[in-house]
Nanobody
């Protein structure tokens, strides 16, 4: 399994933006499906966005129109551009790998996970 590392989290005011990055160690990154999840205190880990090996994407309803997932296969990196941030976006954000390369929304279908990066949005 590959190693996964997230970065880019921080503290931002409501209405602001952040870009998260997730880099993997795999040689075949272009074949992976990649997902972003988040977990707020005392809540379940929830799906945010995913991108398949084809480049297709899917988003949670709560972030549609505000967040954009993208990938750079040359850099083994997937990004999550987050705009118009709200206090309820505050969470630990995780990146995950699906070796089948599909666009998945269930956390159980992802096989490798990073340690997460904290995003805090103040009101």
């Amino acid at each position: 399994q590959v190693q996964v590392g997230e970065s880019g989290g921080g503290l931002v005011q409501a209405g602001g933006s952040l870009r998260l990055s997730c880099k993997t160690s795999g040689r075949t990154f272009s074949t992976y499906g990649m997902g972003w999840f988040r977990q707020a205190p005392e809540k379940e880990r929830e799906f945010v966005a995913a991108v398949g090996r084809s480049g297709g994407t899917r988003y949670a309803d709560s972030v549609k129109g505000r967040f954009t997932i993208s990938r750079d296969n040359a850099e083994n990196t997937v990004y999550l551009q987050m705009n118009s941030l709200r206090p309820d976006d505050t969470a630990l954000y995780y990146c995950a790998v699906d070796y089948a390369g599909l666009i998945r929304t269930a956390r159980e279908e992802y096989e490798s996970w990073g340690q997460g990066t904290q995003v805090t949005v103040s009101s």
